[in-house]
């Protein structure tokens, strides 16, 4: 099953639009959560949830929700990731509050983490618990060419570890001018060539969408034939949608959604809880 979702569930400029109008804060998660199936959890890169944060999170979610949380920067941006076995481990108990919530788990390296450390990423790979699915983002440009990217994914497929693929075409067009987000954007974002390449375990697609959304749709139909196709062999993809303007992100969602479903795509469909109706709100 293909699950979809954005990068973040609580973002204010979605009042109105995804949440309905005077949604609180303390709603949002409940509400995101019964229009998407995953999220991509970026907020325990910066801190890790305490474990009443955890099972709050937990009992806010349908069942079919998956949260694939990020990495601790503490692990994934703190010098040789063998030495950083302890505190990961640590992570993934944690979070094993969220039970059958807890989707794969997402390393991001940093983009000065390049091939030549291919054997501290073995020795990481080589501990990482079996029972935790586990994604890996790569930065450095090194890795995206054949000397980098061969071993790599042989060191993936060799672990069962899933790759992470980011597509940041849709704002590295040299002929848009862009403006202010889109520059603050390609700032943040790399400068990576897209490489639709699936390693041996989960596969996670970052989509950086244009925030003029008509410019989306070459990429989007791309993207929903290639991933219809990825699922014919493929049972765990999770397919998030950035955009440098976020309330832009659930219309890109939503856009995805419907290409994918056009052409019979087995989509995980947002559910609720026992004993509650369908929320009927902005995004379907």
Not at 228 to 244: G, N, R, S, V
Request: with cysteine; hydrophobic share 35%; aromatic share 10%.
């Amino acid at each position: 099953m293909i699950r979809i979702g954005c990068a973040v569930w609580a973002y204010p400029g979605w009042v109105g639009d995804l949440f309905p109008p005077g949604t609180r804060s303390s709603e949002f998660l409940k509400l995101y959560s019964r229009q998407f199936t995953t999220v991509e959890g970026n907020t325990t890169f910066y801190a890790t949830p305490s474990p009443a944060t955890v099972a709050r999170w937990a009992a806010e979610t349908p069942v079919g929700f998956r949260f694939c949380c990020k990495l601790p920067r503490e692990v994934s941006h703190g010098g040789p990731l063998a030495e950083k076995l302890p505190l990961a481990r640590a992570f993934i108990e944690r979070m094993q509050g969220l039970g059958e919530r807890c989707g794969p788990f997402f390393l991001q390296l940093p983009p000065g983490y390049g091939p030549t450390r291919l054997a501290d990423l073995e020795r990481f790979l080589a501990g990482w618990p079996t029972e935790a699915a586990l994604a890996v983002e790569v930065r450095h440009p090194d890795w995206y060419v054949p000397v980098g990217e061969e071993p790599l994914m042989a060191l993936l497929d060799r672990y069962r570890i899933g790759r992470v693929v980011m597509d940041v075409r849709p704002i590295r067009d040299p002929d848009d001018p862009g403006g202010a987000l889109l520059n603050d954007a390609r700032e943040r974002k790399p400068d990576v060539p897209l490489r639709p390449l699936r390693g041996g375990g989960p596969t996670l697609i970052r989509y950086i969408g244009h925030p003029d959304l008509e410019r989306n749709d070459p990429f989007l139909e791309e993207w929903a034939a290639r991933v219809t196709e990825w699922a014919q062999t493929d049972p765990h993809m999770y397919l998030f949608m950035h955009c440098p303007d976020e309330a832009q992100s659930p219309r890109l969602g939503r856009d995805i959604t419907a290409r994918l479903r056009n052409r019979g795509a087995p989509i995980a469909e947002a559910e609720p809880k026992p004993n509650e109706p369908p929320a009927q709100l902005g995004l379907f």
